[in-house]
């Protein structure tokens, strides 16, 4: 089945490894093993979705969240490479927004040795807040069923993601992460300026054959538990915001694979038209806005394997 390959994070020097960064050399690796001439460039796999002809063994490249480190160790290998690909971008950063989400995962890089080590941290801290709602919270969380579609995720990722999202909710984890940096001495305004790309950036991607699409306006990671009218903002916010850079969007992709049948019917009504998830999973009457992905993590798994 044709599908996208998923990128977000990358290391070097000035950008450090965190859970699941790649560095410029597997990067190039994994493209050679793919196999340079099943990547589609990014208008050729538009243009073969939108029509129909997309053959089972086409693929193409896809980048989420407009990090800088893509730009800065990616960008250069595919140019390399002759390559060109989607990159899906959420508009508030580029617009003097600082959202958390990129935020708190230089925290949890630079603050501790490894992710687990961040993970004995967070649950501590919520164990010392309410011991019993925690208790109470877990006796619904099951590591085994939740977030099953992705299967590189360990226990404590799945365990992460479950009280961030449905025992904490944004506003009571923000609040959490924020006392958890603050207790470490850590300065934010110190490091916002190395996580994301800006409007040049993005204009220089469009200029080489890239292209540029939706990804939300703030990055919430449950989109489909929002209002509808709070989606459309979302969306609208971000649409008009590329299209006063780039050019009226046509594609997009869901952040934390999180959308609804009223975010398609959103994302129709401002022309998009090929949408991509974040996982290979089965899902039943596919459209075009439902186009499946491979995370980059998989594929670097089975390439050393």
Not at 162 to 187: C, E, T, W
Request: net charge negative; charged share 25%.
């Amino acid at each position: 089945m044709s599908h996208g390959l998923m990128f977000h994070h990358f290391y070097d020097d000035v950008h450090p490894k965190g859970q699941g960064a790649i560095s410029a050399q597997d990067f190039r690796d994994m493209l050679i093993y793919i196999g340079l001439d099943r990547i589609l460039s990014a208008e050729e796999y538009f243009e073969k979705a939108v029509s129909g002809e997309l053959k089972p063994t086409d693929r193409c490249l896809t980048f989420d969240d407009a990090l800088l480190c893509q730009y800065d160790i990616a960008y250069p290998v595919m140019q390399d490479l002759g390559l060109t690909a989607f990159w899906f971008v959420y508009s508030s950063v580029l617009e003097g927004n600082i959202e958390p989400l990129e935020v708190f995962r230089y925290f949890r890089t630079k603050f501790f040795d490894d992710i687990d080590d961040f993970y004995i941290a967070f649950f501590d801290q919520l164990s010392s807040e309410d011991p019993d709602g925690l208790d109470q919270a877990l006796r619904s969380f099951d590591s085994k069923t939740y977030l099953a579609q992705f299967p590189f995720y360990s226990d404590n990722d799945r365990k992460f993601r479950f009280l961030r999202d449905v025992y904490l909710g944004p506003d009571k984890y923000n609040f959490i992460m924020a006392q958890m940096i603050s207790d470490n001495g850590m300065n934010i305004a110190d490091f916002t300026d190395r996580l994301w790309m800006n409007e040049a950036q993005l204009k220089e991607l469009k200029s080489t054959g890239n292209v540029i699409g939706l990804h939300s306006y703030s990055h919430p990671t449950r989109l489909h538990e929002l209002p509808v009218s709070d989606q459309a903002v979302e969306y609208q916010k971000n649409f008009d915001h590329l299209k006063s850079i780039v050019g009226a969007p046509q594609t997009s992709s869901h952040p934390c694979n999180s959308y609804s049948k009223d975010t398609l019917d959103i994302l129709r009504g401002l022309g998009i038209k090929m949408s991509f998830c974040s996982n290979m999973s089965v899902v039943p009457n596919r459209t075009i806005l439902e186009l499946p992905r491979e995370d980059h993590i998989n594929i670097y798994k089975e390439m050393r394997a």
